[in-house]
């Protein structure tokens, strides 16, 4: 257990392409004595498969890319739903820190001044603005993660596989954040405001009336600052936890896993991707509270007014929710492959021909 640990510690998944080549032991002298050949090992790019399955599409159909974006509307629609309570004191938080001073007094005196009915303020933009950003930011992840590993061909997608997520992780949440704002500006109001309205239906045209359709998009330039760290934290810390954990932890190969198996390494890789996505994310986060409950203020006035302390108020609360938030999303987003027999690659392996360029096979 503790030799695995150790691994684990040592095997930094951000590593550049040599420096992880040299820590797979792949970049030895070409003059060394070889040793006995071990078992062959099957090359396996982005889009192969771990076994020989019997899958309801193509993997880079337009039925794959449609099925992902499903998944990613019922991941984060749902999550973000049933999380709503802990977001909004958490929104209130960061907005009136002197009222609601920690997560245990934020959640009592919501519960004196709103009854329980209080907390689930704010859950219809809830639940239609992260189902929109869902289908944007998983569909459109699977696209350009197709995308980008066509541009860079079979052996440089292995060699910067780290790179192509982030890049196409940050592609797709510029577009989801765009779906999300009028959502979240909606939702923030009618959590942070008391009196200003209770539903998204009250909510919307108030909001358009003093403002016009800048009221919903004067937030989406912090979202960004917000949610693509976040999300590129999210895709890229995932697989290549899933990753390590499939290399260290697990003690059998991805294909001898059970569907249940690999849904609990999902779930455990998701965890540990939403505490660093919420630590990323969260001094954007607090701008995006504030700045969405006042009117004419700016993101740098917000900032400048917070400070340092001040932006990292909730830090607690988020990463909770966020972790909770985050392995759920990716065990229901897993879960929807599954249940539409989607083609779901293994962990990468070198290819054969950068294996032939390197020496290391006959």
């Not at 992880?20 to 071990?38: A, E, F, I």
């Not at 159909?61 to 004191?89: E, N």
Request: with cysteine; glycine share 8%.
């Amino acid at each position: 257990m503790f030799s695995s640990v150790a691994h684990l510690a040592r095997a930094n998944p951000f590593n550049a392409p040599h420096l992880q080549l040299v820590h797979d032991g792949l970049t030895g002298h070409r003059s060394s004595p070889v040793g006995p050949p071990g078992p062959p090992r099957r090359s396996r790019n982005l889009a192969a498969a771990a076994v020989e399955e019997q899958y309801s599409c193509d993997y880079g159909s337009g039925r794959f890319f449609i099925l992902c974006g499903l998944g990613g509307i019922i991941s984060c629609g749902t999550t973000h739903t049933a999380l709503v309570p802990l977001d909004l004191v958490k929104c209130r938080m960061q907005v009136d820190p002197q009222k609601y001073k920690g997560i245990f007094n934020g959640f009592s005196v919501t519960l004196k001044e709103d009854g329980v009915r209080g907390l689930a303020k704010g859950w219809a933009p809830t639940f239609i603005g992260y189902s929109m950003q869902g289908l944007c930011k998983f569909g459109f992840y699977e696209v350009f993660k197709v995308l980008y590993s066509n541009m860079l061909g079979e052996e440089n997608t292995y060699l910067w596989r780290t790179s192509l997520y982030l890049a196409a992780s940050a592609s797709a949440e510029f577009f989801a954040d765009i779906a999300l704002a009028p959502m979240e500006a909606a939702k923030v109001r009618i959590q942070t405001q008391p009196g200003y309205a209770n539903t998204l239906r009250d909510a919307a045209p108030k909001m358009y009336k003093e403002e016009g359709l800048k009221a919903f998009y004067k937030g989406v330039a912090p979202l960004w600052m917000r949610q693509i760290p976040y999300t590129m934290m999210k895709f890229a810390c995932f697989e290549r936890t899933v990753e390590a954990l499939y290399k260290f932890v697990v003690p059998k190969p991805r294909s001898e896993c059970t569907k249940a198996e690999q849904l609990v390494v999902t779930f455990v890789a998701g965890y540990i991707a939403g505490v660093f996505c919420a630590i990323v994310s969260h001094p954007a986060d607090s701008v995006v509270s504030v700045l969405n409950k006042e009117k004419g203020s700016s993101a740098s006035q917000v900032l400048q007014r917070l400070g340092f302390r001040g932006v990292w108020k909730g830090l607690f609360a988020r990463i909770i929710m966020i972790g909770t938030l985050t392995a759920l999303q990716w065990f229901i987003y897993d879960s929807v492959k599954v249940y539409f027999r989607l083609p779901r690659p293994p962990p990468p392996e070198m290819p054969e021909s950068l294996k032939k360029k390197l020496g290391l096979t006959q």
